[in-house]
C-alpha cells in the first residue's frame, strides 16, 4: 500500500544536501562576512593609541566660524593662529549652566600634529562652571604657565587635563588628549591672537 504524498506546505524532515544547498550556505555566510566587514571599514586594531585618518578628518576654517558666532555673544573673541600641520576640526556654541541668562562659550577643536585632541574653549562663565560643563566632574591638579600666565589645572573625563586662565573677565581653557607641549602650543597661540572684529 502507498503512502501519501505529503500535502502542500509541509516540510521533508530531512535535511537538504548536496552542491545547491552547499551553495546557498556560502552565500548566506558571504553576505555575513560583508557586513561586518563594512561596519568594522573604519576600524583597526591599535595596540597603542587610536589611530587618526588626516585625510578624512573634517576641516573647518576657525576663523570663519569665530566670526560667524562672535555677534551671539557677549564677550569678545580671540583668534589663534597655528601651523598648518594642526587641522581644525570641529567649533561650536554652547550653553555653560542653565537658565535663560546662562553663560554660552564658543569651543574649537583639532588635531594636533601627534594625531590627537585639543580644544580651545572661551566663556564668560566662571573657572567653575567652565570646568564642569567641559569635565563633569573635574579634580583640581595644580598649576603651569604656559604664554606667560598661570593657567589653573583640572583632570577630567578620560583624565584628560584642563588649563583655564582668566585674561579680561574671559576664560580660556585649553583641553584635550593632546600631550601638554601641545595644550602649551594652543595656550599660548590663544593668548597671542587677535580678536575677532565685532
Known amino acids: ?72 555673544l557677549a564677550f569678545p573673541l580671540r583668534v589663534p593662529s597655528l601651523p598648518p600641520d594642526w587641522i581644525p576640526q570641529s567649533s561650536d556654541v554652547v550653553v555653560v549652566g542653565t537658565g535663560p541668562a546662562a553663560p554660552r562659550a564658543a569651543r574649537v577643536g583639532w588635531v594636533t600634529p601627534d594625531d590627537e585632541f585639543a580644544r580651545l574653549v572661551q566663556t564668560d562663565a566662571d573657572e567653575a562652571a567652565a570646568v564642569v560643563s567641559e569635565a563633569g566632574d573635574p579634580t583640581a591638579t595644580g598649576t603651569v604657565t604656559a604664554g606667560g600666565r598661570t593657567w589653573v589645572t583640572h583632570s577630567g573625563r578620560r583624565d584628560e587635563p584642563i588649563w583655564v586662565t582668566d585674561v ?24 597671542a591672537a587677535p580678536f575677532v572684529a565685532r
Do not use: K, N
Open 1 to 72: 500500500m502507498a503512502s501519501p504524498s505529503p500535502g502542500p506546505g509541509a516540510h521533508d524532515p530531512e535535511p537538504q544536501r548536496g552542491p545547491a544547498a552547499l551553495l546557498r550556505a556560502f552565500v548566506v555566510i558571504g553576505v555575513g562576512v560583508l557586513l561586518l566587514a563594512g561596519m568594522l571599514r573604519a576600524c583597526s586594531f591599535a595596540p597603542g593609541a587610536p589611530e587618526v585618518d588626516r585625510d578624512a578628518v573634517p576641516r573647518i576654517d576657525p576663523a570663519a566660524e569665530l566670526r560667524r558666532d562672535a555677534p551671539t
Open 168 to 191: 579680561d573677565g574671559v576664560r580660556l581653557l585649553v583641553t584635550g588628549s593632546a600631550s601638554p607641549e601641545r595644550l602649551t602650543q594652543l595656550a599660548e597661540a590663544a593668548l
